[in-house]
């Protein structure tokens, strides 16, 4: 299968990354493609692929294309492309844009399926949602599954949940490194020297995962093992909910959806 990816910023070059092993195994080819020329010299001399030198020419002759450009940037980008996409699949990880957007400005063949990354798919543990679109079915379902399942997660939703799937796992690598953040600061607040604060934090929460993993238990119940009566973690915990951090986060999430939802319109 031909495929190609458009836009090589961050995300773009998580995901070429993720598919080279199957470029390796001859399961697909890849080809890329950058505006940046910048970007597009950074690329070359570190990944051994061809890097097509215009849009015309990634399209040519590819099956699948993946767009990785900013939501802003997606209108100019899709109308460039318009009936040179003829019934392609293309596979979208824009946030909050639509597929009726994509849909409206390109060829009416097309195939498009709405896809949410997240950071992780760097190193083969990303969660990627997808949503299918206009003129798609169990065929491109299938396609897509196979394609993105060496980066991590795959799960099929519905296209309305798009924008809360970007809030909570799209967006979600940044909470998890604030959280980290603001431990290790803690454990220097608390006395201790910064890099062994890092150290310990970054443990415990590899450690918490493997627990929660292996005992199949609920976060609830993982908190109960740690919390004796009258003791240093319940009044932790007091402090921090006295604060309101459960509403703080839940917040923080909501107003990512909220964002999502107006990137369409700008
Ligand atoms: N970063 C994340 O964690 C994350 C997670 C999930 C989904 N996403 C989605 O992924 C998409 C890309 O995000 P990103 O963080 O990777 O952004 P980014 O780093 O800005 O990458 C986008 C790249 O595409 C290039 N580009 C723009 N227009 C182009 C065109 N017409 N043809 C070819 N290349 C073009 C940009 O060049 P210029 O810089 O010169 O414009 C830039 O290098 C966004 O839509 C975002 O919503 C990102």
Not at 115 to 125: F, H, S, W, Y
Not at 129 to 148: D, H, M, W
Not at 169 to 177: M, R, T
Request: glycine fraction near 10%; hydrophobic fraction near 45%.
């Amino acid at each position: 299968m031909k495929c190609g990816i458009i836009g090589l910023g961050k995300m773009g070059e998580a995901i070429l990354k993720g598919l080279l092993p199957q470029v390796q195994e001859g399961e697909i080819t890849l080809a890329g493609y950058e505006v940046s020329d910048q970007r597009r010299r950074e690329l070359e001399g570190r990944y051994p692929l061809p890097l097509a030198s215009s849009l015309q020419e990634v399209l040519k002759g590819t099956e699948v294309i993946l767009i990785a450009v900013k939501p802003q940037q997606m209108d100019t980008l899709l109308t460039e492309m318009g009936d040179l996409v003829g019934g392609k699949l293309l596979l979208s990880i824009a946030a909050g844009i639509p597929s009726s957007f994509i849909q409206k400005r390109v060829s009416s063949h097309a195939r498009i399926v709405r896809v949410m990354p997240n950071t992780p798919a760097l190193v083969g543990e990303g969660a990627l949602a997808y949503a299918l679109g206009p003129n798609t079915g169990s065929n491109e379902r299938e396609i897509v599954e196979k394609l993105l399942s060496p980066l991590g997660i795959v799960i099929e939703v519905a296209e309305d949940l798009m924008d809360a799937v970007t809030a909570l796992s799209g967006s979600g690598p940044a909470y998890v490194f604030l959280f980290l953040q603001a431990l290790s600061e803690a454990g220097v607040k608390v006395g201790l020297p910064r890099d062994l604060a890092h150290t310990l934090i970054l443990q415990t929460v590899k450690g918490s995962l493997r627990l929660l993993e292996e005992l199949k238990g609920h976060p609830a119940l993982m908190m109960e093992m740690v919390t004796s009566p009258g003791g240093t973690t319940i009044a932790a915990l007091h402090a921090m909910e006295r604060a309101g951090i459960r509403g703080i986060i839940m917040d923080g999430v909501e107003a990512a959806a909220q964002r999502s939802k107006e990137l369409a319109k700008e």
